[in-house]
């Protein structure tokens, strides 16, 4: 097979199940427990397209340019325009970013999506970045850290608002 560790031994496979099992959970390869999501996406490039390795290269890289385009727009917000260029060139020729950014691993999704709800989150866009939260986890399980940093922070800042009130009320914290 044309594909790479992970590719061959469980992504591909389990893209193929769900197309002609139908099934979510992958029958000709050993189940490594990762969400749906990843898998979902390559069967329906590969029923649209064909059951092709250059049919998963060219789906991951949308992913990875829907990645860099949150990066770009992050950085250009949070920023300016030069840093988010700058920015975005780095992250694409990072090396572990470009390795990844045509392989057929779940991480490249999660971290689009992650980027995404990030993106939306400092945006103050909180229903859509919880979408985009979902659907990161829905590609990868560690993906559930981002959107519990934003949680905790949420609840660190409601207290402290909520302290600030009661001292500036003439009230004993």
Sequence with gaps: LPFFW?????????????????TLIARTTLDTGHPPLSAAYLALWFTISGWK??????????????????????????????????????TAVYPIFFVQSSLTHADLMAAAFTLWGIRLYIEGRVWPAQLAFCLAVLSKETAVITPLAFALWEIFQHSNSGRSRIQRAGRPA
């Design 6 to 22: 992970d590719e061959a031994g469980f992504y591909v496979p389990a893209a193929y199940d769900l197309v002609h099992s139908h």
């Design 53 to 90: 390795p250059a049919v998963a290269r060219v789906a991951m890289l949308l992913l990875a340019a829907f990645a860099l385009t949150n990066v770009f727009v992050l950085a250009r917000r949070l920023v300016g325009i030069g840093v988010a260029v700058a920015t975005t060139v780095a």
